[in-house]
């Protein structure tokens, strides 16, 4: 018995309440590290949750949600019946590289300098599969039994294209179902050799910025707007000049009057990331006439563009592009499941070539076995399908979403519902800060963005992002009322 309640003085653990890391983040990262540096050794036993929250003098949602966190990241296991245990296959140089003052200190010393990316979200939240974090996608019992089909079929027949190196391009029968799909759903205008097969969104975000050439590279970003494009740009060297988004998206005037001669915009018109607004048509046509005029490029991000719910997708931008300076950029990882890491860049024909040789110098080419299970999905027609059925399961699940909002939170939250996208947006009243509630709602095992912290000059908007497309119905009414909690503190 003296050695459980001594457990928490053993390990020195304190808990701030005042500091601005939420208390259950403070209780991982001290476990973290006393496993990193050997303290607490691969295969002990850790206390219940019970047992550390009394030690502690805090809630047990706080240490369950630091415990969910290093199961989640293979740092403990958990044993039916018998409790959490440190894991037992962590090997000793691992700890030794990570754990003393002596390595921290070479670090310290380190020539190599980095731009500051303060604000920065930390990784392991994106992980984070409690109702109600970002960028979740849910796949049907149907999508996942033809995944698995065309996973086998094409295992089986293992042709001799997946033994060597491939085209950094992308196969063409993917780029060829991506191509067709971007004209019929989207008003794209493109041919197969425009398009280039990417990880994903922020990859090709991250070739952009290499195939920008000069020293004085410009850019316009929305603000608020996405924090990793805003953080790639940084790290790239660009010169990042926010302009401010109202109601009917990016103010063009206001970006041409802070920097007209800037090289490149990047912008999410069809939904405006956080705020979910649209580009309207006259601001649009604004835009396309100044890149023309001054030779600029247009990243258009189209992340959510499959998952509108009220009519048809929004034509793209891209499609309106007389002048070829629209570079229009793509996911199947939110209309699938992120796990994929496919998405898609199309490419005016003038910066093929350069956008290939980055992609090759950086990655050399997508997975051969993930695009030929893509491109059959999509062939085969079971793509359009999974759309319009995950379409039916999102929109449901933002009407429940915004129904509890509204029955337990309208006190304290005026919602917006979206026609588009992933996540709605939550404007506090009475003078609420989203960056407090933010932290008292990760207690309580619910997890929502403060908007907030998006901002880098407009004035701030307290706010509350909340994904719904990843969480069933069921489990939202009992994740509101976590919620509902965390305000009444």
Request: aromatic fraction near 8%; charge should be positive.
């Amino acid at each position: 018995m003296k050695s459980r309640q001594s457990w928490a003085e053993l390990y020195a653990f304190e808990v701030d309440r005042a500091a601005d890391t939420p208390v259950f983040r403070q209780i991982y990262l001290q476990l973290r590290s006393a496993i990193l540096s050997g303290m607490l050794r691969p295969g002990a036993k850790l206390p219940s949750t019970r047992e550390l929250s009394v030690q502690l003098g805090v809630s047990r949602s706080a240490v369950v949600s630091a415990f969910e966190e290093l199961l989640a990241e293979g740092y403990a296991s958990g044993k039916k019946g018998a409790g959490t245990f440190i894991a037992a296959d962590l090997p000793e140089p691992f700890a030794a590289t990570h754990g003393g003052n002596k390595q921290r200190t070479a670090v310290a010393k380190s020539p190599v300098s980095s731009p500051d990316l303060g604000g920065f979200v930390d990784v392991t939240m994106q992980s984070d599969e409690r109702p109600f974090n970002l960028g979740r996608t849910l796949v049907d019992a149907r999508t996942a039994e033809l995944w698995r089909k065309l996973s086998a079929r094409m295992l089986r027949s293992f042709g001799r294209q997946h033994l060597g190196y491939g085209d950094p391009h992308g196969m063409p029968e993917l780029r060829k179902s991506v191509c067709d799909y971007l004209q019929a759903a989207r008003a794209v205008r493109c041919e197969p050799e425009q398009v280039v097969i990417t990880a994903g969104t922020q990859q090709a975000v991250d070739i952009v910025t290499r195939v920008m050439q000069g020293s004085d590279r410009q850019v316009w970003i929305e603000d608020p707007g996405y924090a990793l494009t805003r953080l790639a740009l940084v790290a790239a060297g660009a010169k990042v000049c926010p302009i401010p988004v109202d109601q009917h998206g990016v103010n063009v005037t206001e970006g041409i009057r802070r920097a007209p001669k800037a090289r490149a915009v990047f912008i999410t018109p069809s939904h405006q990331f956080p705020k979910g607004v649209v580009l309207s048509m006259a601001r649009g046509l604004e835009l396309l006439a100044w890149a023309r005029e001054s030779g600029a490029w247009i990243v258009e991000d189209d992340y959510a563009s499959e998952f509108r719910y009220g009519g048809r997708p929004l034509a793209s931008l891209q499609g309106l592009d007389e002048a070829e300076r629209v570079i229009y950029i793509g996911t199947l990882n939110k209309a699938l499941f992120p796990g994929l890491r496919l998405g898609y860049a199309v490419v005016p024909l003038s910066l093929v070539r350069a956008f290939m040789t980055a992609r090759y110098l950086m990655d050399r080419q997508p997975s051969s076995l993930c695009q030929t299970v893509a491109a059959a999905f999509m062939e085969e027609g079971h793509f359009a399908a999974h759309i319009r059925r995950m379409r039916e399961m999102y929109r449901d699940q933002r009407d429940a979403l915004a129904a509890a909002l509204g029955r337990r939170l309208g006190d304290y939250l005026t919602v917006d519902p979206p026609d588009q996208g992933m996540h709605l947006v939550a404007y506090t009243r009475r003078g609420l800060s989203d960056v407090t509630i933010e932290r008292a709602a990760r207690e309580h095992g619910v997890v929502v963005r403060a908007m907030s912290r998006l901002y880098v000059d407009a004035p701030e908007q307290s706010a509350l992002m909340l994904g719904f497309s990843g969480y069933p119905h069921q489990i939202i009414a009992p994740a509101i009322a976590r919620l509902a909690r965390a305000f009444e503190r």
